[in-house]
């Protein structure tokens, strides 16, 4: 299986964890395979079939300081609070998407009020 294939059916999984409708795209646009709560994404399939994921800093510090994400750059930028996780590592997938889905829906209620 190519890891491509892994990333896609990983993927799958976690948007079935989530009870998500989810098929996969082959549009570049960004969000084309993501995961939202309250209209914002928490969680996405890369282009180069790496789940994304919007976590708590303190969290995305964790995860890089154990090398066990890496950070989420878009047009050779950056992006704050936005991580990256390879399939080599599928247990990771369903619990941190959860984390994300918890924390997004979290940062929308805030912004609400």
Known sequence: MRSNDRAIKLFAAVAARQGAKWTYSDSPKFGSNALRVHGKIYAALTRSHRLLLKLPPALIAELLATRRAE????GGRVMNGWVTLGPEDPGNWIELS????????GEAKRKKK
């Open 71 to 74: 950070r989420f750059e878009s």
């Open 98 to 105: 959860e984390k994300a889905r918890v924390f997004v829906e």
